[in-house]
């Protein structure tokens, strides 16, 4: 059939060339539609079934928490004002090594338990986290047990004799707290905690990003209202992260965070807990009376080897002038020249000072061989006649 062409012009306009490509083309424009069908229905479906696993994971979050308006603007004032003094006591350091953790714009205070977590964890990952050994943190105070935790008793939020732990969390404007799950193999559920000084918002599901800080868009925002008592427990509080992110910190705010540590708990022994800087009532007490006469002590002690160097040095400074000739020689050479002179000269005054009427050592030349230049061919013509004549 092509042999019949005599031009290409002829082949593309006969009528079996048409329907040939025709129908060519017809049968890759339906593929292209049947596969582009088939790939928006395939990102339909994905984005429905990403909205339907989102709204259920929503609905398992809210099922997991509760909250409840407990205590009025003028309990509030009163806990409030005792925030405050538990700042001031950490400020002049009447507290344990470990009571206290400092991170810009958020302060904790940790009350009857407290536990490494974050940076301070030797090893990291999830359950690494271990707590402090008993007596490195301090007891529950009372106005906690009195103000905070009894009204939650007798309004039987909680059973009686729940908590045994207690966490002060002070946020500055700004503040913040990473995505975090609180251990579940240290903490019992639910988690209590309430709100003090201003409202604010407590995030689930969010990612943060650090250098500059960001946070990814949560699940789910949850107000905390000031005096309104929030808990958390099942999916909200063990297979999602909560947070609180810096720009949902406006105003300083204060939370107080109860919760119930296991009797069974991992705990780290006393020699290997962290070891934090003394505080300042602690350097008060090191340098008092008893801590002066130790100091003392190690004084004398430090005077001792001070004289035992200088012993040594004068030893030292007896040895002959070849000895710390060849001593310097490694280090420079200009002060080894300096030093053998001066060395000498010495031997030489001590010697007239003894009455010995020896000469005294004369300096050694240091001759330096100076390479002569060549003569150029015409300067040795120029010798040679000047030595005949």
């Not at 339907?52 to 909250?67: F, T």
């Not at 205070?109 to 050994?133: D, H």
């Not at 008993?134 to 906690?144: A, L, Q, Y």
């Not at 330096?368 to 040795?380: A, L, M």
Request: charged share 35%.
């Amino acid at each position: 059939m092509a042999d019949s062409y005599r031009d290409l012009r002829h082949k593309l306009q006969s009528p079996h060339y048409r329907s040939v490509e025709y129908g060519r083309r017809r049968e890759s424009d339906s593929k292209r539609k049947h596969h582009g069908s088939e790939k928006y229905s395939s990102t339909r479906y994905r984005h429905n079934r990403q909205e339907m696993s989102r709204e259920d994971e929503l609905r398992k979050v809210n099922a997991g928490i509760q909250q409840r308006s407990l205590f009025s603007s003028e309990e509030c004032k009163v806990i409030e004002d005792k925030i405050d003094s538990v700042v001031k006591h950490a400020k002049h350091g009447d507290y344990k090594e470990h009571t206290v953790d400092r991170a810009p714009l958020r302060n904790k205070y940790f009350f009857g338990e407290g536990y490494t977590y974050g940076s301070q964890l030797a090893k990291k990952g999830p359950g690494m986290e271990r707590l402090y050994p008993k007596g490195e943190v301090d007891e529950i105070p009372d106005w906690i047990l009195k103000l905070v935790v009894k009204p939650m008793y007798d309004a039987k939020i909680i059973p009686s004799g729940f908590f045994n732990s207690a966490v002060i969390n002070d946020y500055l404007p700004g503040g913040c707290i990473v995505s975090h799950i609180d251990p579940p193999h240290i903490f019992d559920r639910p988690i209590v905690s309430v709100s003090f000084f201003s409202d604010s918002v407590l995030s689930f599901g969010c990612r943060f990003s650090f250098r500059p800080i960001r946070v990814s868009k949560p699940v789910l925002c949850l107000p905390v209202k000031k005096g309104h008592v929030t808990l958390i427990s099942d999916y909200a509080a063990d297979h999602i992260t909560h947070c609180i992110r810096p720009q949902d910190i406006v105003e300083r705010r204060a939370v107080i965070i109860l919760r119930r540590v296991f009797p069974d708990a991992p705990r780290l022994e006393p020699s290997s807990s962290v070891e934090r800087p003394l505080s300042r009532k602690r350097r008060r007490e090191s340098t008092s009376p008893s801590s002066s006469s130790s100091e003392a002590g190690s004084a004398s002690g430090s005077e001792e080897l001070q004289e035992n160097n200088t012993k040594e040095n004068k030893e030292e400074e007896k040895k002959s002038p070849t000895q710390t000739y060849y001593h310097r020689a490694t280090k420079n050479s200009t002060r080894v020249y300096r030093h053998h002179h001066f060395s000498n000269s010495e031997s030489e005054h001590s010697d007239t000072e003894n009455g010995d009427t020896k000469s005294p050592v004369k300096k050694p030349k240091h001759k330096h061989k100076v390479k002569k230049k060549k003569k150029s061919h015409r300067e040795v013509k120029v010798s040679k006649r000047s030595k005949r004549s």
